[in-house]
């Protein structure tokens, strides 16, 4: 008996640690985001610089992110609701945007590091190559990609009795288990 109630110990103490990490990260999250939104949009110096557009995009990103996945994570550890598993709305919708927008952030990070190598590098037509406009072409360009690659997302998910918000397509299942994550998530 003492076991169960030690286990139930960690368990509530694991979930109250959850839940104020998760306030903390959201609000200093947010908090930086938009300080990075500010400084990099208002300071003249930055006006017209890719690598800033990138700072700038990827902060707008994340803190897309992070008011999706963070509230939703306070609310299933802290009270217990999770609306992935009671409302079909939602259970297509948080898989189709956690994944797009992470996509789309780490496509971002990869153009501001090759648009840092282009607009630091000795040679001149190499450093031509990195233009504003080519860094918002890229974005829009991935963005799009991936919300069209999401979409399957909102066709497969489904709320089952037995396993709560999954995919209800084992071909998608085996796409996203075995090419989706571990390629083009991991590398």
Known sequence: MSSLSTAQLILNASRQYTVYVSFIILFSG????????????????FRGNPSAFYLI??????????????????????????????????CKLKPFLTQSITVISLNIVCFAAIDQYLSTSCH??????????LAKT???????????????????FEIQSKRGCTVSS??????????????????
Do not use: C
């Open 57 to 90: 995009a990827e902060s707008i990103i994340d803190l897309l992110e992070l008011m999706i996945a963070f509230p939703s994570s306070i609310a299933i550890n802290g009270f217990g609701n999770d609306l992935s598993q009671t409302s079909i709305l939602w």
């Open 124 to 133: 001149p037509f190499l450093r031509q190559i990195s233009t504003i406009k």
């Open 138 to 156: 890229l974005t829009t360009i991935a963005s799009i990609f991936w919300i069209l690659h999401g979409i399957l997302l909102l066709f497969f």
């Open 170 to 187: 084992d071909n998608f299942r085996n796409y996203i288990t075995y090419f989706y994550y571990p390629i083009l998530i991991e590398t």
């Open 30 to 45: 947010v908090f930086g985001h938009i300080a990075n939104i500010f400084v990099f949009a208002r300071l003249t110096i």
